[in-house]
């Protein structure tokens, strides 16, 4: 294989040979044959280390990056080798011969193969550039299977169609957007996931943070804004991938949706903090719908197997008032209840044990028997007939609030400029810009809070936050021209910092003393990744020189066990989307690179063995020429051929 000393020789050669030799010494730089044209995968063999076949390969198939900046290097392949580990086969005989999952040891709260659908957009659209895409097509056939557990919301359209723009593969989305759109209706009808509702007083979807995976958020439950701009960006990349398979009631449908969660997130605007809220609500909502009864008209309630029926709270009058309770045969109970108007749930035992209620409880009137032993059903209709409370702003700044507006494009283009202060924050000390990262919620906000443990929102920083709030400013700085209060070095210097989170200047919490250590002197050493020194990433930490707690930071602050290599945000797609620039064009025959970085920050860096369109794609950007010996600026390269150049960083359309 060709050494960058080739491009030293053919830089000497166009000087002395005919027009036709020298545009072929240019379209192949470096005379290697693909899929890498320029980077010699050999060159990062220490990095990659035992996954490296699989990077290179065509198991994998990894774009690989260079720069003059070796810590962005370095984090990059370290961060395609952690995906990598969680990567996982499902010994199926189907096409779903693998699934990607969050956390490295099993958790109870995962569904079947360890998935956990929370951070699955995220996990779709890393595997989206991977040359070989059986990892991206199995996940997105997963997440529409059957036995696929959705505890969480998560933008599944969103992901696949960023993919799509990448492949072009109607195989795909024939098979899987007409069982999503079945799927994305329960969420828009707030029957997934549980505990969820959608509120018609005040035109909204409720939630807890906790179904957003955000736990403990100092904005609480309402109708938030993350989940109202998520709703947005699915039903705008459905009514495209409808389109696409030639489902035009299903297009016309999604389109309509998206322009009414679009008002709905535009509502959440507090313009006495300049940001995008959270509208509390004091009472939960009417419990969710279970799935599909056994028993003919009759609904199984498994959520609260073992208990009768549910939450009382959600009731009107707060108690249960039952209607029958005693000994009769499992077929009698229904027929009593049926007989009843007032009856809305059947519990019954295997000891046909039997009672009707009108309303909810929490209480377990069967308290000893085994839960598989005791079941609720619950009629049809709304058991809780109940009224929504008065709603108003939480009057929060959180990071959720102000990256998921901008991340689905719920903002509109024509009027960015008014929601555009919305970013000033992410730079204040004392508002969302930590020393060291974004803090999810304000430091100046009431309940601030950065300490030891897990699931904490509060002020903590988390990378799948960070990583959707680099991404919005990604989309920002190309989609919103209006906007001026984040440019480019803003973007920089937040990727920057997040990919300075992986390394030692970040502290590490020693799970057997609760003290915060430095991998190379604590015991949780263990973890470290062959070739790739330090190099660390967790679920949340504290990004500021003091914590709360006193001790220097800045510090990843859950379980070493249980954070190490966690699969919870992107990385690698905030490289290529960002720092190279590429976005796809419409129609897989084009694509724009946009550079969002400086040469000041980068004075050269490379990209290449890039999946796109079913071409490969490299992109060079060398400042003096220098280093990669192809001649100064920015070029890129589809299938070896030079397709565009430019003496500085600027945006160049490349057509296929």
């Not at 077929?331 to 009707?356: G, I, Q, R, S, Y």
Request: hydrophobic letters at 35%; aromatic letters at 12%.
């Amino acid at each position: 294989m060709c050494s960058k000393s080739c491009g030293r020789v053919a830089a000497l050669l166009l000087l002395q040979t005919p027009l036709s030799l020298a545009a072929f010494l240019l379209k192949s730089p470096t005379q290697q044959t693909g899929p890498y044209y320029i980077l010699n995968p050999a060159d990062y063999a220490r990095q990659l280390g035992e996954d490296a076949t699989w990077a290179t390969g065509s198991d994998g198939g990894i774009p690989l990056f260079d720069a003059s900046d070796e810590m962005l290097r370095d984090v990059y392949l370290f961060r395609w080798r952690t995906y990598k580990s969680h990567i996982h086969p499902t010994n199926r005989s189907d096409d779903i011969p693998l699934v990607v999952t969050e956390f490295s040891p099993n958790v109870g709260w995962a569904g079947e193969y360890n998935t956990i659908n929370c951070a699955a957009g995220h996990h779709m659209i890393e595997a989206g550039w991977l040359r070989n895409r059986t990892t991206a097509d199995s996940y997105s056939r997963w997440w529409v299977s059957p036995t696929a557990r959705h505890n969480y919301y998560y933008w599944y359209a969103t992901a696949l169609k960023r993919n799509f723009d990448k492949t072009g593969d109607l195989g795909l989305l024939r098979d899987v957007v007409p069982l999503y759109k079945t799927q994305f209706l329960q969420y828009a009808a707030g029957v997934l996931p549980q505990n969820t509702a959608f509120s018609e007083e005040n035109d909204c979807l409720w939630n807890a943070p906790g179904n957003e995976g955000q736990e403990q958020s100092l904005s609480g439950a309402g109708c938030r804004t993350l989940i109202q701009s998520l709703m947005f960006g699915e039903s705008n990349a459905l009514a495209a991938l409808c389109s696409a398979i030639g489902d035009t009631e299903g297009a016309t449908q999604m389109a309509t949706a998206a322009e009414q969660w679009q008002k709905r997130v535009l509502r959440l605007w507090n313009p006495s903090i300049s940001s995008f809220d959270t509208l509390r609500l004091p009472h939960p909502p009417s419990p969710s719908p279970p799935p599909p009864p056994p028993p003919p008209g009759w609904k199984l309630d498994v959520g609260h197997n073992g208990t009768f029926c549910c939450d009382q709270s959600n009731c009107i009058d707060g108690h249960s008032s039952f209607l029958f309770e005693g000994s009769l045969p499992q077929a009698d109970c229904f027929d009593k209840c049926l007989a009843n108007p007032k009856c809305e749930f059947v519990t019954v035992t295997a000891k046909n044990w039997c009672m009707n209620a009108q309303y909810c409880n929490t209480t377990n009137p069967f308290a000893g028997e085994p839960a598989n032993d005791v079941h609720t059903y619950e009629r049809p209709q709304k058991p809780c007939n109940r009224a929504w409370g008065t709603a108003s702003f939480a009057g929060v700044r959180e990071l959720a609030s102000l990256s998921s507006p901008w991340y689905f494009g719920a903002v509109p283009k024509g009027n960015a400029s008014s929601y555009a202060s919305s970013w000033l924050t992410a730079f204040d000390p004392n508002g969302l810009g930590g020393d060291f990262g974004l803090r999810t919620a304000e430091k100046r906000a009431p309940g601030y809070s950065c300490s030891y443990g897990c699931c904490k929102w509060s002020g903590s920083m988390w990378p799948f936050e960070t990583s959707k709030a680099i991404t919005a400013a990604i989309n920002v700085l190309n989609d919103y021209p209006a906007v001026k209060t984040i440019n480019s070095s803003g973007f920089y210097k937040l990727l920057y910092q997040y990919t300075q989170a992986h390394t030692s200047t970040w502290y590490v919490m020693n799970g057997s003393t609760s003290h915060y250590a430095n991998l190379s002197t604590s015991n949780v050493a263990q973890y470290l990744m062959p070739g790739l020194g330090d190099l660390w990433i967790a679920e949340s930490g504290c990004a500021d020189k003091v914590l709360s707690q006193g001790q220097s930071g800045p510090a990843w602050t859950d379980s070493a066990g249980e954070g190490y290599r966690y699969n919870h945000a992107t990385f690698m797609d905030l490289i290529l989307s960002g720092v190279v620039g590429i976005r796809p064009g419409s129609g897989n025959k084009s694509m724009l690179v946009n550079p969002l970085v400086s040469s000041t920050s980068l004075k050269w860096w490379a990209a290449d063995g890039i999946p796109m369109n079913g071409h490969i794609v490299s992109v060079v950007f060398d400042s003096d020429g220098m280093h990669y010996h192809n001649g100064t600026g920015l070029k890129v390269w589809v299938d070896g051929i030079l397709k565009a150049s430019s003496p500085t960083l600027t945006q160049l359309i490349v057509t296929f």
